[in-house]
């Protein structure tokens, strides 16, 4: 069965930081993008991050860039995002999830982990 834990969310004051991992278990993610969404109170889910599995290839969002960091360790099988010069509005349940290369869609997801920034 595969799966995706993610972990490291918590509350941190406005300017703070925090690192969250995702663990993948199950297969490889060889051929896959990782990817880090959030859904913050009353809206809708958005893309934060993206890294494909092989070369390591990122992408942002315009919000985050300059201020979070995608990565992931092969060996390990996770994924992580490291969060800098947080603001309340990073505030939201943040989700791990997985795709394969040439598919638009999400279709492996973990169960989420709740970040908090208080201003």
């Known amino acids: 069965q595969v799966q995706l834990v993610e972990s490291g969310g918590g509350l941190v004051q406005a300017g703070g930081s925090l690192r969250l991992s995702c663990a993948g278990s199950g297969r490889t993610f060889s051929r896959n993008v990782m990817g880090w969404f959030r859904q913050a109170p009353g809206k809708e889910r958005e893309f934060v991050a993206g890294i494909t599995w092989t070369y390591g290839i990122t992408s942002y969002r315009d919000s985050v860039k300059g201020r979070f960091t995608i990565s992931r360790d092969n060996a390990k099988n996770t994924v992580d995002l490291q969060m800098n010069s947080l603001k309340p509005e990073d505030t939201a349940i943040y989700y791990c999830?997985?795709?394969?290369?040439?598919?638009?869609?999400?279709?492996?997801w973990g169960q989420g982990t709740r970040v908090t920034v208080s201003a």
């Open positions: 999830a997985a795709r394969m290369v040439g598919s638009q869609e999400y279709n492996v």
